[in-house]
């Protein structure tokens, strides 16, 4: 089991830039992908960015160019900084932690992201 905390929404103006965190309760070494997921209201949840264990990230088309992954296994932390922010960014953004071979996934309770003037 591991807790997955997120931090780091607010409200920010188009064009701006913000980043959200989240913290694990325990290591995050053993999860082989770690990611950002994004829920606006009406709209089912999609994939926001991925990194692995070994670095490798994946960004929704999207987002590519403006949002960049990151993970700190020392701190048990997952980063998501998102740059050039846009309205349509709008949504609760939720960290997920993945063990693929195992069938394990765990979610944060998300934190939200308001672009807006």
């Known amino acids: 089991q591991v807790q997955l905390v997120e931090s780091g929404g607010g409200l920010v103006q188009p064009g701006g830039s913000l980043s959200v965190s989240c913290a694990a309760s325990?290591?995050?070494?053993?999860?082989?992908?770690m990611g950002w997921y994004r829920q606006a209201p009406g709209k089912e949840r999609e994939l926001v960015a991925t990194i692995t264990s070994g670095g490798s990230t994946n960004y929704a088309d999207s987002v590519k160019g403006r949002f960049t992954i990151s993970r700190d296994n020392a701190k048990n932390t997952v980063y998501l900084q998102m740059n050039s922010l846009k309205p349509e960014d709008t949504a609760v953004y939720y960290c997920?932690?993945?063990?693929?071979?195992?069938?394990?996934?765990?979610w944060g309770q998300g934190t939200q992201v308001t672009v807006s003037s």
């Open positions: 325990g290591s995050i070494f053993r999860f082989n992908v």
């Open positions: 997920n932690a993945a063990l693929t071979t195992m069938g394990w996934s765990y």
